[in-house]
């Protein structure tokens, strides 16, 4: 199984910034996308942004230029930055991990952690 442990989650200000990371025991090229999701009150879980093991990115279109997704593969660990947070961003976010070969999709996920933000 692949550990994931988040950390970053905090309550923050309407139009200020926030840093999540995931530290993932594997080596982060060794899983083929890793990525983040959140789930507000009411709502269902969604995709926010993904890294694949190549590089490539992906972003929800409410969050499009203020996130940004990385790796730091030293410490295999995946960032989440978040500028000029709106309320609409409070949610409970996922660190997510995919491993896939030709007859199945593994999936793991951290516990979540908590962002809030105020107006």
């Known amino acids: 199984q692949v550990q994931l442990v988040e950390s970053g989650g905090d309550l923050v200000q309407a139009g200020g910034s926030l840093r999540l990371s995931c530290a993932a025991s594997r080596d982060v090229f060794s899983l083929n996308a890793m990525g983040w999701y959140r789930q507000a009150p009411g709502k269902e879980r969604e995709l926010v942004a993904v890294?694949?093991?190549?590089?490539?990115?992906n972003y929800a279109d409410s969050v499009k230029g203020r996130f940004t997704i990385s790796r730091d593969n030293a410490e295999n660990t995946v960032h989440l930055d978040m500028n000029s947070l709106k309320p609409e961003d409070t949610a409970v976010y996922y660190c997510?991990?995919?491993?896939?070969?030709?007859?199945?999709?593994?999936?793991?996920w951290g516990q979540g952690t908590q962002v809030t933000v105020s107006s």
């Open positions: 997510n991990a995919k491993v896939w070969n030709t007859f199945r999709v593994y999936d793991y």
């Open positions: 890294i694949t093991s190549g590089g490539s990115t």
